[in-house]
Nanobody, 121 residues
Framework: QVQLVESGGGLVQAGGSLRLSCAASGTIFSVNRMGWYRQAPGKQRELVAAIISGGSTNYADSVKGRFTISRDNAKNTVYLQMNSLKPEDTAVYYC???????????????WGQGTQVTVSS
């Protein structure tokens, strides 16, 4: 099992910045993928950014150039630096931890409880 503790959400004006953190604990595999997803009211949950333990990243087109995902493997922590925030970034942001390998996560897939990010115009 993996427990995920998220922090860093809040209210910010458009153009501002926030940094989200997600610390994982429990049975951590050395090769894993951690990521941030978001869900706005009435919309499906979507990938924001993800990073594999080796450092490879991928981003949603809507956040490229504004958001940066990073991780500290020694602390099992992933960060999301969000700059130039827009009202459309308003959502609940969820952290996700997955075992990563050629056969996918094999069901070893955990989610945090979510943290609210609200961007006012």
């Amino acid at each position: 099992q993996v427990q995920l503790v998220e922090s860093g959400g809040g209210l910010v004006q458009a153009g501002g910045s926030l940094r989200l953190s997600c610390a994982a604990s429990g049975t951590i595999f050395s090769v894993n993928r951690m990521g941030w997803y978001r869900q706005a009211p009435g919309k499906q949950r979507e990938l924001v950014a993800a990073i594999i333990s080796g450092g490879s990243t991928n981003y949603a087109d809507s956040v490229k150039g504004r958001f940066t995902i990073s991780r500290d493997n020694a602390k099992n922590t992933v960060y999301l630096q969000m700059n130039s925030l827009k009202p459309e970034d308003t959502a609940v942001y969820y952290c996700r931890y997955e075992k990563f390998g050629p056969w996918g996560n094999q069901g070893y897939d955990f989610w945090g409880q979510g943290t609210q990010v609200t961007v006012s115009s």
